[in-house]
Each structure stands twice: as structure tokens, then as C-alpha cells.
């Protein structure tokens, strides 16, 4: 069994930064794919960043420039580096790590940006 807790969440004042992490525990094998996403109130879940374990990323155009994605495999932990942060992106944030051909996914954590 896979588990995936993230952290860092909270509420910032635009223009601030928040470092989200995400950790996986359980059994572990070779990670492919982490990324986070998110999702606001009343719209759908989207992509923000991802990473290859090769460490190719693909941000969302609306990020881009101010968060940044990476990963520490050692610690099989993905971080969200977010700087600039806009009352747009308030949502909550949720981790997703691929693994085994499956995909296992955080319970989330709130990023709340003030104007």
C-alpha cells in the first residue's frame, strides 16, 4: 500500500511564496511520474507542474515563472516551490505520483492567497 501525505500549505498575502511537499510511504517501487495539481471551487482539477523521473518538467502556462517543480528520489518526495503567488491560485493542492502503471494521489492541502 501507497500513501501520500502533502504539507506546506496555508495563507499568504499576494506576492508571497509557500514550498509544498508531498511524501510517499508504504511499499515503494521505482517512481515514475510525480506531479501536483489542483483544484479552485466550482472549476475542475488541473495540472500545475510535473516531473519525469528524469527530471523533465511541465508546467502549466500560468505558472510558469514564478513555481517550480522537483523531486528528491532518495526521499521519494516531490516539492512546489511557489513564488508570486496570486489570489488565482488559491485551491486546493493535491500530489500525484505514478507508479506500477497506477496512479496514487494525496489527500490534499489548501493554499489560500489573500489580496
Known amino acids: 500500500q501507497v500513501q501520500l501525505v502533502e504539507s506546506g500549505g496555508g495563507l499568504v498575502q499576494a506576492g508571497g511564496s509557500l514550498r509544498l511537499s508531498c511524501a510517499a510511504s508504504?511499499?515503494?517501487?521505482?517512481?515514475?511520474?510525480m506531479g501536483w495539481y489542483r483544484q479552485a471551487p466550482g472549476k475542475q482539477r488541473e495540472l500545475v507542474a510535473a516531473?519525469?523521473?528524469?527530471?523533465?518538467?511541465n508546467l502549466a502556462d500560468s505558472v510558469k515563472g514564478r513555481f517550480t517543480i522537483s523531486r528528491d528520489n532518495a526521499l521519494n518526495t516531490v516539492y512546489l516551490q511557489m513564488n508570486s503567488l496570486k489570489p488565482e491560485d488559491t485551491a486546493f493542492y493535491y500530489c500525484?505520483?505514478?507508479?506500477?502503471?497506477?496512479?496514487?494521489w494525496g489527500r490534499g492541502t489548501q493554499v489560500t492567497v489573500s489580496s
Open positions: 500525484k505520483m505514478q507508479m506500477r502503471g497506477l496512479n496514487y
Open positions: 508504504g511499499t515503494i517501487a521505482s517512481i515514475n511520474v
Open positions: 516531473i519525469t523521473s528524469g527530471g523533465v518538467t
